[in-house]
């Protein structure tokens, strides 16, 4: 159980008579890249602030960071780190002025904040852009710094929801080497995407299907499962019996 960062059983999130996610259960282990897809009004959203402490599940159980998802919501947020599907940092700020902010607010002392700001514009190559306003910078620079940012705390899990969205394709590359280095240093990355392909890249993927979990395996496992090529394929197949959308 030691290396079981998330666990979840019957999780359940109810709006009146519909049910957003209904009775999910799995696993995610230390370290572990976990794809987390499913169609638009699939419940993947609402499963994820359920396990980010943001929303109270209408029963069902889980763990997150070793924190109960019911009593220790101010716990969960303190172990884990966030990046939203919408650009999650300041624009009116500069970089170094939203590492500094961020890196305040997850409770680093004053020297953590100057060495590991340093290392993270380092790591980016950011050094002539650090006292620019982030608004001004190129949506693939703002993605990465974000996740940079959102891991600055080196949290037990980050969740990333959509992280990629609108970036070129060689910037998507990049992104996900950011996820590697973080995965090797131990982090669990939790995310979404509608990007097939970056499917590929996790060590397991989860489909969400009208709420429920409708398959969970490797990219490997589940393209031999349906006899498929890719994952868009298996993404399809499992779609197609779909009820509800957006």
């Known amino acids: 159980m ?6 979840t059983t019957n999780l359940t999130k109810q709006f009146g008579d519909f049910t957003a996610v209904d009775h999910i259960s799995f696993e995610v282990n230390k370290g ?6 499913g169609a638009n009004g699939a419940g993947k959203t609402t499963a994820i602030k359920m396990l980010c402490g943001l929303s109270n599940p209408t029963s069902g159980e ?3 960071a070793g ?3 019911y009593k220790e919501t101010e716990k969960i947020k303190q172990r884990i780190g966030y990046m939203s599907q ?3 940092l300041y624009e009116d700020l500069t970089v170094i002025e939203n590492i500094r902010f961020f890196a305040g607010i997850y409770g680093l002392t004053d020297q953590e904040i100057k060495e590991k700001g340093n290392a993270l514009i380092e790591n ?6 650090m006292h620019k306003m982030v608004g001004s910078l190129p949506l693939g620079w703002k993605q990465k710094m974000a996740f940079s940012v ?3 705390h080196e949290p037990q899990i980050v969740f990333l929801d959509e992280p990629t969205g609108g970036v070129d394709p060689v910037t998507r590359r990049q992104f996900w080497d950011l996820i590697y280095n973080a995965s ?8 979404t995407t509608h990007y097939m392909d970056e499917a590929e890249y996790c060590n397991r993927v989860s489909m969400m299907v009208d709420g429920r979990i409708a398959a969970l395996d490797t990219p490997d496992q589940l393209k031999s499962y349906y006899n498929a090529t890719s994952m868009d394929e298996v993404f399809f197949e499992l779609a197609r019996g779909a009820k509800r959308g957006e």
């Open 2 to 7: 030691q290396n079981k960062v998330i666990t």
């Open 32 to 37: 572990e890249i976990f794809g987390f897809l």
């Open 62 to 64: 889980a763990t997150i």
């Open 67 to 69: 924190c109960d998802i």
């Open 86 to 88: 919408k650009f999650s």
């Open 124 to 129: 980016l190559g950011m050094q002539d852009s």
């Open 150 to 152: 959102a891991v600055l």
């Open 184 to 191: 090797d240093r131990g982090i669990t990355v939790f995310v």
